[in-house]
Nanobody, 120 residues
Framework: QVQLVESGGGLVQAGGSLRLSCAASGGTFSDYFMGWFRQVQWKERDFVKA????????YSADSVKCRFTISRDNAKSMVYLQMNSPKAEDTDVYYCAASNGPPPYEYAYWGQGTQVTVSS
């Protein structure tokens, strides 16, 4: 059983930067593909970014491809989402998730989410 805890959310100005972190515990972190998703209340969770087990491959939604970066540190069991030049439409609750394979594998473990609000 993998537990995921996100942090780093908050209020950021449009065009600024923000880094989200996700701490994993309870499993072998390097066994999992890791992903970031986002969700506005009452809507489905949208895929944002994913990264392979050793970090050699990343996957991205077109809407954030040139602005957001995913990375991981297997020694620390951490995954990060660097958000550069965020826009107002990036305002969402962001979730970290763990999967046994690359997209579109199902994500079996989810964090509780962290709110990101982008002010324009």
């Amino acid at each position: 059983q993998v537990q995921l805890v996100e942090s780093g959310g908050g209020l950021v100005q449009a065009g600024g930067s923000l880094r989200l972190s996700c701490a994993a515990s309870g499993g072998t972190f390097s066994d999992y593909f890791m992903g970031w998703f986002r969700q506005v209340q009452w809507k489905e969770r949208d895929f944002v970014k994913a990264i392979s087990r050793a970090g050699e491959f990343t996957y991205s939604a077109d809407s954030v491809k040139c602005r957001f970066t995913i990375s991981r540190d297997n020694a620390k069991s951490m995954v990060y989402l660097q958000m550069n030049s965020p826009k107002a439409e990036d305002t969402d609750v962001y979730y970290c998730a763990a999967s046994n394979g690359p997209p579109p594998y199902e994500y079996a473990y989810w964090g509780q989410g962290t709110q990101v609000t982008v002010s324009s």
